[in-house]
């Protein structure tokens, strides 16, 4: 194993990290499996795409989390503020059906052909690391990523409203009973969901290939890891997303038959150990 | 919770009460119904001398293939209260067990439907044992990732020459099935009598059970597993029982489909796939065994009528999310409710089939 | 002058009807005990007021102001805090993070960190510890810190001593006590009839969801009152 390899799983547990954080948050406060998600990181990269023929990538770093947090904006008063009294699986089949919309209004508005962007000016080059040349933008891709997920951490652990969201998606009850806000950090953390999801897919633009399946494959590995990490434990999907992300990218460099089949033996060996997930999750979904 | 107890005591013992004498009452509707039903069942084995063109009735076909696969999951639903995104494995596992058996080992086509559907029972009991003990949401998701598990193992590269990888496996039938010949496998009139017998065996296997005491022993631990459990109940068998009944169901709908079509492809263990079955059955009705069958016939319809605009997504999404936020019960909730108002004085005992 | 109106409320689980058109007003300084058997909805209506039961129709004003039991967080926002019965300490914060989220509604006042702490010394020594593994006793500080650090006006107690040790229970009633000095008023949901005389000025027993009987504690031992309780 060299220094190569390694960031090359570090990138690709980014995306994951970034994708599975946001999933676990949303479950964590507003109790939905959201499987829409991988439909806004494919809508995210297609956009990135667009703007980029037209402006420039930057303009698409910036523009596109925006709008896949106003996405979040109608997520939650769409449909989970009037729908609040339904039961967790009917919430995440009619997201199953927006994942389907979205994915359609994606092809008619950005085409379904396979789209290829190049890095941004600076960033397009590579660098040496201990000898071997390497990407400069998937060190960009690494740092924003992880940088990202860090400041999600450093939020959730030192500030008085990341205190809060701990609580609500560890007791949403007793969280309010102590006074959260919890309609107002609801509509934070749906918009900051939607928003990681739309990060991922600028910053998986220059990565990726950019194709209509990208979405799926990626939400469903994002779900195991959610799972994994013990649903309601943000700590817990973020632990389990650098884990999976880890282990593929090592893996298909040693054991590539092996590896596209791991995550899910692992959540299946999890399980079976503790049903509950890794992390310190709810008690009572 | 003493709440609770003041509400679900006195009401049990009473809608038990009601039924029995509203079907003593109310004998000449029952034997209606069950006319109905009869006058349906036949008129069923009917249909390829009415629908002649080979496409529409090839569309008809793989509607019940898919309302089968369809009721597979509403079971689960209704009794468990647990949704099975993987349901579409098991469907795969027989697809791909018949095609292995038949072409590897040249098996004739009952041994290879019966070593198709034996593995899928066998798979199912296997995975089964470690899901049922986790909750609704973690059941979800872990019946999804062992599809996409399956997906991954027969694409592997080391298992092409013998599962076929990308393109999967094409599976002609050595012999005839159960009195249909080999011949008549592949053409929809032919297998029509076999898919439609397999239906409607299904169908009331699954009301039947529905009302058994098996039945009332799960969807009294869908309310209440814990309850169950402290009243002495091993709740555990009962649930690995149903999920691999609902497997079974799930391996007949995939081998309706193997015989037929002869094809075994990855995409059968995808999401999407088992997605299809999922909108069948919202958009049929969860909790009804014959809304699931129309649910799957609709489904292969609209796929063919909308298919053509490019737009399936689209529609698929947006009726899903529409149905299932407005229309809980599906269309059998709708025909009940239409047909409860049309005839004031039928008492409600059997329109709510399945409960 | 009332400070907590509530009118004619009926609440309970799911479709269950628990408490029935209830009226109890009380001032901003009382201290009030709701006795009762279990199931007589003494509980549901603490929840009732933070958003835990469903409300089917009557309505609650603190200080003049609608409160919107819905919402669940509003009633800590108008001054109400409760130290709810199981203590709910949320198992993945730490005391001092389980204290810190009972400020969640953003109200001034003398409660804070240290205040609660010098209330409850082991709170402090021990506010690095996960909030669970505190003993049972501690833990009902814990709860009772954490409901004022919302600087409530009044302070609700679901069954604060049940399953403590006597000498546990002595500190809790000294410290509350301690919180009464400063002005605020106490609803205690109590089973123990003698920490009733200790902590409260007026009592009301609750039966079937409905207001029995209610006096001062100091006709505790009237024949009405053993009347009721028997009940």
């Known amino acids: ?285 | 919770m003493s709440a609770k107890q003041i509400t679900s005591g006195p009401t049990k013992p009473s809608v038990v009460g009601s039924r029995r004498e509203s079907t003593l009452r109310q004998r000449p509707a029952h034997v209606l119904r069950l006319l109905a039903i009869l006058a349906v069942i036949v008129a069923g084995f009917a249909v390829p001398s009415l629908v002649t063109n080979p496409y529409r009735l090839t569309l008809l076909v793989d509607g019940l293939t898919l309302g089968l696969l369809a009721l597979s999951l509403g079971f689960l639903v209704t009794q468990l209260g647990l949704f099975s995104f993987g349901a579409g494995a098991f469907f795969g596992v027989t697809a791909y067990g018949f095609a292995f058996a038949s072409i590897e080992w040249e098996w004739s086509t009952t041994a290879s439907a019966l070593f198709g559907v034996g593995a899928s029972l066998a798979v199912a009991a296997m995975v089964g044992a470690v899901f049922v003990r986790v909750k609704a949401l973690p059941f979800a998701m872990v019946t999804l990732a062992f599809s996409v598990m399956m997906m991954q193992f027969v694409h592997q590269s080391a298992f092409r020459d013998k599962l076929g990888g990308d393109s999967g496996l094409l599976a002609m039938p050595q012999g005839g099935f159960l009195g249909v010949s080999q011949e008549d496998l592949l053409t929809p009139d032919g297998i029509w009598p076999l898919v439609w017998s397999v239906v409607v065996v299904c169908v009331a296997a699954m009301f039947l059970l529905g009302r058994s005491r098996f039945g009332r022993t799960l969807r009294g631990i869908r309310e209440n597993d814990e309850r169950m459990r402290y009243c002495g109940f091993n709740t555990y068998w009962p649930k690995l029982a149903a999920f691999t009944i609902s497997a079974g169901l799930a391996a007949v709908a995939g081998l309706m489909q193997i015989l037929f079509h002869g094809f075994a492809t990855p995409g059968l263990f995808s999401f999407g796939f088992t997605g299809n079955g999922i909108v069948a059955a919202l958009v049929g009705g969860i909790g009804s065994v014959y809304g699931a069958i129309i649910g799957g016939v609709l489904f292969t319809q609209a796929q063919s009528w909308l298919g053509t605009s490019g737009n399936l997504m689209l529609y698929q999404g947006a009726i899903t999310a529409l149905v299932v936020l407005f229309l809980p019960r599906g269309l059998a909730g709708l025909i009940s409710e239409v047909s409860k108002k049309a005839l004031g004085r039928i008492k409600r005992g059997g329109s709510d089939a399945s409960n | ?231």
């Open chain 1, 1 to 285: 194993m060299n220094s190569i390899q390694v960031l090359n799983a570090l990138a690709a547990g980014s995306l994951l990290t970034l994708l599975a954080s946001g999933l676990a948050l949303i479950y964590g406060l507003r109790n939905v499996m959201n499987f829409a998600h991988g439909a806004i990181y494919m809508f995210a990269a297609f956009m990135t795409a667009r703007l980029v023929e037209h402006t420039n990538y930057w303009v698409a770093f910036v523009v596109v989390p925006l709008t896949c947090a106003v996405l979040g904006l109608v997520l939650e008063f769409g449909l989970l503020r009037p729908f609040a009294d339904r039961s967790v699986i009917t919430i995440a089949l009619v997201t199953f059906g927006l994942a389907l919309v979205l994915s359609s209004a994606t092809h008619s508005l950005f085409g379904t052909q396979p789209r290829v962007v190049s890095a941004p000016a600076p960033l397009d080059g590579t660098l040496d690391i201990l000898g071997d040349p390497y990407p400069v933008y998937r060190l960009f891709l690494i740092t924003v990523g992880l940088g990202s997920v860090a400041l999600l951490v450093a939020w959730l652990k030192f500030t008085r409203s990341g205190l809060h969201v701990r609580a609500v998606s560890a007791q949403p009850d007793t969280a309010r009973m102590a006074g959260v806000n919890t309609k107002r950090l609801g509509v934070i953390i749906v918009c900051l969901s939607t928003g990681f999801a739309g990060l991922a897919g600028v910053l998986a633009a220059p990565y990726l290939s950019i194709d209509t399946g990208m979405g799926d494959a990626i939400l469903i590995i994002s779900l195991v890891i959610v799972v994994l990490g013990g649903i309601g434990s943000i700590g817990g999907a973020i632990v389990s997303a650098l884990i999976v992300g880890g282990l593929q990218t090592l893996g298909s460099v040693t054991a590539p038959a092996v590896t596209t089949i791991a995550p899910y033996v692992l959540l299946i060996i999890v399980l079976l150990w503790r049903p509950q997930g890794l992390g310190r999750g709810r008690v009572d979904h």
């Open chain 3, 1 to 231: 002058m009332s400070y907590l109106k509530i009118n004619n409320l009926s609440a309970g689980y799911g479709k269950a009807v628990v408490i029935r058109d209830l009226d109890l007003d009380m001032a901003k300084d009382e201290a009030i005990a709701i006795v009762g058997r279990n199931g007589a909805g003494k509980s549901t209506l603490l929840m009732a007021l933070f958003g835990k039961a469903t409300v089917f129709a009557g309505d609650v004003s603190v200080d003049d102001r609608q409160l919107n039991m819905a919402a669940g967080f509003d009633a800590t926002a108008k001054g109400l805090a409760v130290s709810p019965q199981g203590k709910l300490i949320l198992p993945n914060l730490t005391v001092k993070e389980n204290l810190l989220l009972g400020g969640a509604s953003g109200r001034n006042g003398v409660w804070d960190v240290n205040s609660v702490c010098d209330l409850f010394p082991i709170l402090g020594e021990r506010h690095n510890k996960p909030g669970v593994a505190l003993s049972g006793g501690q833990q009902q500080m814990l709860a009772i810190g954490r409901a004022l650090m919302a600087n409530p006006q009044i302070l609700l107690l679901d069954e604060p001593t049940e399953g403590l040790a006597p000498a546990v229970i002595d500190d809790i009633v000294d410290a509350l006590g301690v919180i009464r000095t400063q002005g605020i008023g106490l609803i205690v949901v109590e089973q123990h009839l003698n920490l009733v005389r200790r902590v409260a000025e007026r009592f009301v027993v609750l039966s079937k969801g409905e207001i029995l009987h209610q006096g001062s504690v100091d006709t505790f031992d009237s024949e009405a009152t053993k009347a009721a309780l028997a009940l």
